[in-house]
């Protein structure tokens, strides 16, 4: 775009209108410029001018032309059609592009050079420090999990930190940007702070040290008496009423809100935080936290729903806050819950009552953990039967917000995984293990801190079994599902794996499921300097998390062999008739139960509270309004539908195996 110098009657009409300047010879405009819409603004240093031709359609219909009205501006680049009025301080080195609206805001100005949040220290996990993650714009959950979690690779540290800071290094700048289309209305203090296209700033009380990066496809809003330092806030995300945030990333299409307070914490993919507060949290992908008394501290939740008043302790006064916590994905903490870290809670888990004796579950996934007299009981596997686990299961993929094409996250939502079975595989071990130690009469059994009652360790075996069974026949189902299985040799070729990776350990890798094999290879390549940027690494993930299904059958089809006696060289259509069997009717007994553990909404204990001036009958017809029929739910005719579908599916594959 050419620009040029004001010419004499320009400058004369602009001092018409009570502008200033310290040089009109710093001033250039667009070729097409008018003076007729500036009034009242103070110039100085080095100054770009824009057209202004549009008009503007405020909310609620009011129509006003674009502008710059009761301004200052120091060194500022002005893009087309922008209304600027009423800035009770100065707006100072900024590049302001096209059609943006700011309308009363105290200041807005660059001081120095600035990484605009790039490179900020998060002491997430201990707040003592020692688990540092260096955010920027492009974090992950999967770069953050092994910069705070693999600590025990320094060469590996060093690298990744060095590899964020040459990026922070890029992003600074003595000039700050607005980009197109951004509202900044009622607005404070803005210090240091890029704001990206379309972003919306509506009262914000102080922001300082951050990038806002909004897009057109994602935009971010921030709301009123928000305050926000060293901070990065994510495309797609909402932090609004009073939201208080100090050294933290904000991930894509998370909410939070209702005056929600966060210190060092990363919060990751569509999570929300409201009313209650965060300190050195890692929040991995669906950390949901709503309720005023809750406390999120010293610990890596992901899928994870808190209770209100769930609170954990990192601090048991002698040495400081030093300890941290996990909860593997989806657990779910009760009302008034409390966990002393540190502790280990497994997948999909249920937490009740209070904890004060560092549990280790992470070998009992979709377990329950409660509280009896102070002990710790553990309930192994019972969450398998829970509608709420399935539900769980079937929301999170339809509530994912992300509307940016490029998401950072890589995000497996699978219930049943590498990750999860091969946890129930060592469960189960340990359990037998235990009922061979104790004998099979004990009434209860230790384990890591918690009390197990023998009629439970049973249960949870055979749970756990039909889990197994459910995974690998879902897998051995999956891979022949385009397989014409005209013969054995044919059915062979088809269960031949793809590779030969992923056959050890699986990890959850913030969100992303993968082979640890895998990992490794990628943190020696990063140790090497084979790998030496952050978009490489991003990249590695984003393939690991394509050839997921892939990685997963070569592990499902080796415990497939071993589980059930069979090989690639000798099995035939019948083996995989009787494996299609044992599949169908684990996959039914579990639907029963769950439908079963959904009736129990539906019991007559339930119906308490509705009809409250009225009989038995009127109690029913209230209920019935309200809640619905059982039969008539859209999740229990969904566990039907699923009952139905998986023996058809069980069927077909048997009566292509049987010609």
Known sequence: MTYRNLT?????????????AENWDNITVHRDFSPEYIKAVTFSGKIKLGVLEESFT????????????????????IGDNVLIENVQNYIA??????????QNIHHLYVEGESAFGNGVEVSVLNETGGREVLIYDKLSAHFAYILSFYRHRPALIKKMQDMVRSYAEKQASSMGTIGDDVAIVNAGAIKNVNIGHCAEIEGAR??????????????????????????????????????????CFVGQSCQLGHTYSASDSLFFSNCQGENGEACALFAGPYTVTHHKSTLLIAGMFSFMNAGSGSNQSNHMYKLGPIHQGIVERGGKTTSNSYVLWPARIGAFSLIMGRHYHNPDTSDMPFSYLIEDKNESILVPGVNLRSVGTI?????????????DPEKF??????????YTVQKMFKAIDILSGLQNTCGETSAFYTYQSCRIKGTSLKKGIGLYKMAIIKFLGNSIISRLSNCPCSSNEEIRNCLNPDTSVGLNEWSDIGGLLAPRSEIDSLINHIESGDISDVETINNVFVQLHKSYYSLEWTWAWDKIQQYFGVS??????????????????????????????????????????????GDRYQQKVDFDQVRGVFEENAFVKAILQHIEA???????????LSQ
Not at 58 to 77: M, R, T, V
Not at 409 to 418: G, K, V
Not at 577 to 597: C, F, G, Q, R, T
């Open 8 to 20: 004499s009657l320009e400058i004369e009409k602009l001092t018409h209108h009570g502008c200033i």
């Open 58 to 77: 405020l909310p609620g219909g009011l129509k006003k032309h674009s502008g710059i009205n009761h301004a200052c501006f120091h060194n500022c680049e």
């Open 93 to 102: 080195n900024y590049r302001i592009g096209n059609n943006v609206r700011i």
């Open 206 to 247: 102080h922001l300082e040290n951050g990038s806002i990066n909004s897009n057109r496809y994602a935009p971010v809003h921030i709301g009123y008496s928000v305050m926000a330092y060293d901070f990065i806030i994510s495309s797609g995300s909402r932090v609004e009423d009073g939201t208080m945030l100090t050294r």
């Open 391 to 403: 539900r769980d299961a079937q929301k999170f993929p339809k509530r994912d917000k992300r509307k």
């Open 409 to 418: 996250d890589q995000i497996n939502f699978n219930l049943l995984s590498p």
């Open 568 to 613: 690639l060289q000798s099995i035939v259509a019948e083996d995989i008739i009787s494996i299609v069997k044992s599949w169908n009717e684990a996959v039914v007994d579990l639907d029963k139960m769950i439908y079963e553990d959904a009736k129990k909404e539906f019991s007559l204990s339930s119906r308490t509270g509705f009809g409250v001036d």
């Open 646 to 656: 998986k023996t058809k599916l069980g069927e077909e594959l048997i009566n292509r």
